[in-house]
């Protein structure tokens, strides 16, 4: 959850524009803060964690776009074809500007760019027949459930890294998932091979989105991206109804 302040980067230092939203997440949230966050608050509820991620304040251009009823009214939720309508016309200025969230860890204000992300995820929507939207919430799904994966990568490195895999002109969510972790087995082997992290840039930023990604929670996530792929492909090319089930369950669980 990105919220959007109007905070003064040279009045706030990341510790102290965080530590300004602690109060209120101790206060709707008690005893669920995640304090091992960098750049955000983790909030860890029963069946969902959140991480809510300040900005500074933006600029009068990147202002007008964030309030667009395009982004607020809730019968747009999900729905990018009326999100991408209400921003027809707007230009493209905005898309070059960068939002600045707080980094602890660095002791500085660092670009992002969410505006862009949604653009790129309404045009690659369209590149993969509507599917890319179902293939990253499967995909991540698996990486919550496998138990055994590290914390990291998660949220949007994790989304982004699909984005990169997934191919278009897909057909359907099962092609999605088995070409992307195909994606991940083969154009990560030579990283696991060499001991390093690949580098994947961010859409709008030019900021390397694994640069905190260490290099064993990178090879325990490869690790079970093959064992996934080896299933899922198996799955996804057998012909009997009841047996491709019960091989999907096998990656995804039985949904309970």
């Known amino acids: 959850i990105v919220v959007v302040t109007n905070l003064s980067e040279s009045e706030y230092s990341p510790d102290r524009a965080i530590n300004k939203f602690i109060p209120f997440v101790e206060k709707y949230y008690p005893g669920k803060i995640d304090n091992t966050q960098g750049r955000s608050i983790g909030i860890k509820l029963t069946s969902i964690e959140l991480d809510l991620v300040i900005t500074s304040a933006p600029s009068e251009t990147q ?3 964030i309030m667009s009823e395009g982004l607020h009214k809730d019968e747009y939720l999900g729905n990018f074809q009326k999100i991408e309508e209400s921003f ?3 230009g493209d200025q905005w898309k070059n500007e960068a939002l600045r969230i ?3 860890e660095a002791k500085q204000w660092q670009d992002t760019n969410p505006l862009a992300q949604i653009f790129w995820t309404i045009e690659k929507n369209k590149r993969t ?3 890319y939207v179902n293939v990253v919430k499967v995909i991540k799904w698996w990486q919550r459930i496998t138990t055994t994966l590290n914390k990291y990568p998660k949220g949007y490195p994790l989304e982004h890294i699909i984005g990169d895999n997934c191919p278009d ?5 099962g ?3 088995v070409k992307t972790l195909e994606g991940f087995t083969s154009q990560y082997a030579p990283f ?8 994947s840039i961010d859409r709008g ?3 390397n989105v694994l640069h905190r990604l260490s290099f064993d929670d990178f090879s325990v996530f490869y690790k079970h991206a093959v064992q996934a792929y080896e299933v899922a492909i198996e799955a996804y090319n057998n012909q009997n109804e009841q047996e491709s089930v019960k091989l999907w369950s096998q990656v995804f669980g039985d949904g309970k």
């Open 63 to 65: 202002k007008s776009m």
């Open 102 to 104: 707080p980094d602890r």
């Open 169 to 173: 002109g897909i057909t359907s969510v």
């Open 175 to 177: 092609e999605g998932i």
């Open 129 to 131: 027949n509507g599917h």
């Open 88 to 90: 027809l016309g707007k």
């Open 205 to 207: 930023t030019g900021v």
């Open 192 to 199: 696991i091979n060499a001991g390093s992290v690949p580098e």
